[in-house]
């Protein structure tokens, strides 16, 4: 069975990768810590099925690629992305998903007055 039909079918093993995808948000010096405990947390038809992701997070994402490279502790922004967040708050500021033409054109405004500065 692929990883994928067992993330959506499985609630446990669903719930260990998203501890493994919140680790970015562990302060630096706790992410190896984080990720052994979740390791030493999973029981062995998890450990089975789990291992070779496992291996793949610590060979890529901690050995291959500075950990602070991919950490959010601190950061007040929900991604690490600045297209991203700059689209995420222009949204907020709109507050509609299709705006009407005055509404943009006033958020444009606002936003330009804002970046002026």
């Known amino acids: 069975m692929d990883l994928t039909t ?3 079918s499985n ?5 260990r990768i998203r501890q493994l995808m919140a680790l ?3 302060p630096v010096p706790r992410i190896r810590e984080g990720l052994q405990a979740i390791i030493d947390s ?3 038809a998890e450990y089975d099925i789990l291992e070779s992701l ?3 997070f610590v060979s890529w994402w901690c050995e291959r690629i500075p950990l602070s490279m991919w950490n959010l502790h ?4 929900r991604t690490n992305n600045n297209c991203e967040d700059w689209h995420n708050k222009f949204n907020w500021k709109v507050n509609r ?3 009407d033409i005055w509404r943009l054109i006033s958020a444009l405004q606002s936003e ?3 970046s002026s500065r």
Do not use: C
């Open 6 to 8: 067992v993330y959506t």
């Open 11 to 15: 609630e446990s093993i669903k719930g």
């Open 24 to 26: 970015g948000f562990l």
């Open 42 to 44: 999973l029981s062995n």
């Open 54 to 56: 496992f291996q793949y």
């Open 74 to 77: 601190g950061i007040q922004r």
């Open 97 to 99: 998903h299709h705006p």
């Open 112 to 114: 330009q007055a804002n």
